[in-house]
């Protein structure tokens, strides 16, 4: 099955650990979504990362192929438990597009997050893990300074 990560999971050591069955297959875009610090994250204790519908915006990840097994602990990490009534995260299809070319799509399955009106900040090593998997992808440059000026929390300060 594809997968769509565009936060940490973008991380390659993070996802092997996660799913050990992970290939490597593409960059990619998703259209008309942008990506944002959207909700806490419970286990890290700080903002994670979502993508939030925006008409024109876009956002960049990765797309991995992962043996169906590996989607249940992929599902945990992520928050997600099918048909529970709330989840931090809810995992649907989406189609996005193979080194932001349009006619070079993937359908995917993608976390899109619960939003929450004020999401803490992300911690230092949560930024590193997003910024440092862009950057070992080859996300679009611009794209990688977006990540970079992304504000972390300092110790003391509610995350």
Known sequence: MLYFAYGSNMDWEQMKRR???????SVAR????????????????CGSAGVIPEPGAC??????????K???????????APGREKNSYTRREGTVYADGAEGKNFLVELYFP??????????????????????????????????EELKVAVAGQRC
């Open 19 to 25: 799913c050990p069955s992970v290939k490597f297959i």
């Open 30 to 45: 998703l259209k008309d979504y942008r990506f944002a610090i959207a909700r806490t994250s419970y286990s890290r204790g």
């Open 59 to 68: 956002a960049w990840g990765v797309v991995y192929d992962i043996e169906e």
């Open 70 to 80: 590996d989607f249940g602990a992929l599902d945990a990490a992520e928050d997600y």
């Open 114 to 147: 619960e939003t929450e009106q004020n999401p803490p900040l992300p911690n230092p090593e949560y930024k590193r893990l997003i910024v440092g998997g862009a950057t070992q992808w080859g996300l679009p440059q611009d794209y990688i300074r977006e990540l």
